[in-house]
């Protein structure tokens, strides 16, 4: 990728952080990053950056899959295939997430508390949902 290529694809991605949405703007600030790095070869909070593909709250996890994508070098255009399959993949979790939150359940349901008895004193609690 050429100086003049990365610069567009960094403006770009600018754009894309002010006019963008949640999760759309974490995802365009890891790209801004990676892109950053992967172009000027700066490792500052490189590790960092990567780690956050693996958290589980969706800001991070964006931010990661947005450093990683830049990271690697993906273009502007690759780049925003990517962010299109991530926010629908994330509207579809909210959308389990909330049939989840509403569904109807008795006073049992939802949590199992299994007692087992290891040793004198000891109890284990297992939950399940």
């Known amino acids: 990728m050429d100086d003049?290529?990365?610069?567009?694809?960094?403006?770009?991605?600018e754009e894309k952080i002010e006019a963008g949405t949640i999760p759309d703007i974490?995802?365009?600030?890891?790209?801004?990053?990676g892109?950053?790095?992967?172009y000027y070869d700066d490792p500052e909070e490189h590790s960092?950056?990567?780690?956050?593909?693996?958290?589980?709250?969706?800001?991070y996890?964006?931010?990661g899959?947005?450093?990683r994508t830049g990271y690697s070098g993906?273009?502007?255009s690759?780049?925003?295939?990517?962010?299109?399959?991530?926010?629908?993949?994330?509207?579809a979790f909210i959308k389990v997430e909330e049939e989840w939150e509403n569904k109807p359940r008795n006073n049992t349901s939802g949590c199992l508390v299994l007692l087992t008895a290891l040793g004198v004193g000891t109890v284990s609690l297992v939950y399940f949902l």
Do not use: P
């Open 61 to 63: 996890h964006s931010m």
């Open 4 to 13: 003049k290529t990365c610069k567009e694809n960094i403006r770009l991605a």
């Open 26 to 33: 974490y995802f365009w600030r890891g790209y801004f990053v």
């Open 65 to 67: 899959i947005g450093y």
């Open 48 to 59: 960092t950056w990567l780690a956050y593909f693996d958290r589980r709250d969706i800001e």
């Open 74 to 76: 993906a273009n502007f």
């Open 78 to 91: 690759m780049a925003e295939h990517i962010s299109k399959d991530m926010e629908e993949s994330f509207e």
């Open 35 to 38: 892109m950053k790095s992967h």
